[in-house]
């Protein structure tokens, strides 16, 4: 991600494309990615120069308070996805692909159609290896970016069970590693390894060319991937053994909210910072008190402003 110049000397915004994170990634650069659902917060990640931003379906949970990212829609990902886009103005954006758009090729293009031309995404991401390596394939061969995901697929919840590290068995990290390879050979620019052992992902990374994004997945990765959430303190439940908080803004947002409720309690909010007043002789004349009113009024010209009238 970057600004040029332009001739009249205001800066142009360039953002990030597929070619500059591979191109991150030939060079050896370790690639910060954060998965963000809003404006406020993908300004907050652009502005600091994440340059990979996934608009994840773990706003089902993070953002609509719902049990699973099963439930999460298309209108609600592309709605957030808009939102998204708008904030970030440099960073490359990845639309998550919600649960069952893309059983099909034909499904996956008409879902990443709307991430690309209404949510104004520059990418998509799915889940799932070998049997998921078709539809990127078509996706590619169409002019979308894809973005795959191995380990632990959260929307596969119902079938794994519960949330645990993938690929611990030598037949489950085999397999992991074929889905590896089937992702990347079917045109995936990238790929998130999600709570798979360390040296796992360390050899998975080693044998592909596109860079790979690690959650809870250990330090052997292309880059790392977050929640926003996670990293500012926000988390309502508990925080997972592969997050770190960066900073613990729920604890300083529910002190900040007490201190409003109990000033506007006191009656000291608003003060006279927050207050706008207005001159007080056109005040006078509103309420039809000012001299000149009341010389009209003393000539019998008209009765006083009833104050119990609509105005």
Request: proline share 5%; charged share 20%; net charge negative.
């Amino acid at each position: 991600m970057s600004a040029t110049g332009t001739p009249g000397g205001a800066e142009r915004i360039v953002r990030t494309t597929v070619a500059d994170i591979a191109r991150m990634h030939a060079d050896g650069q370790r690639i910060p990615t954060v998965t963000a659902y809003d404006y406020p917060s993908a300004r907050l990640a652009d502005e600091a120069g994440i340059p990979l931003i996934l608009v994840g379906d773990s706003l089902g949970q993070v953002i609509l308070g719902y049990e699973t990212t099963v439930r999460v829609s298309l209108d609600e990902m592309v709605h957030h996805t808009r939102a998204v886009v708008r904030g970030a103005r440099r960073a490359l954006v990845v639309g998550d692909m919600p649960f069952l758009t893309y059983p099909t090729a034909d499904d996956a293009l008409g879902a990443a159609a709307r991430f690309l031309q209404e949510g104004g995404a520059q990418a998509v991401k799915v889940e799932g290896g070998r049997r998921t390596a078709p539809v990127i394939e078509t996706l590619v061969r169409n002019g979308v970016p894809v973005m795959g995901h191995i380990g632990l697929t959260p929307q596969a919840i119902h079938a794994i069970g519960k949330v645990r590290v993938q690929g611990k068995t030598r037949d489950q990290a085999r397999a992991l590693m074929a889905d590896a390879l089937a992702v990347a050979e079917a045109g995936a620019f990238a790929i998130v390894l999600e709570l798979i052992p360390e040296q796992l992902a360390g050899a998975i990374t080693e044998r592909l060319r596109i860079p790979t994004i690690g959650i809870g997945s250990g330090p052997l990765c292309s880059g790392q991937i977050q929640l926003f959430t996670d990293i500012m303190g926000l988390s309502v439940d508990h925080l997972p053994r592969h997050a770190r908080r960066y900073l613990h803004l729920r604890e300083s947002i529910a002190e900040a909210l007490h201190a409003y409720a109990t000033d506007v309690t006191d009656g000291s909010f608003p003060g006279v910072a927050e207050t706008v007043r207005m001159d007080d002789a056109v005040f006078e004349e509103v309420l039809g008190r000012s001299p000149l009113d009341r010389a009209d009024a003393d000539a019998g010209l008209y009765d006083a402003l009833p104050l119990d009238r609509d105005l």
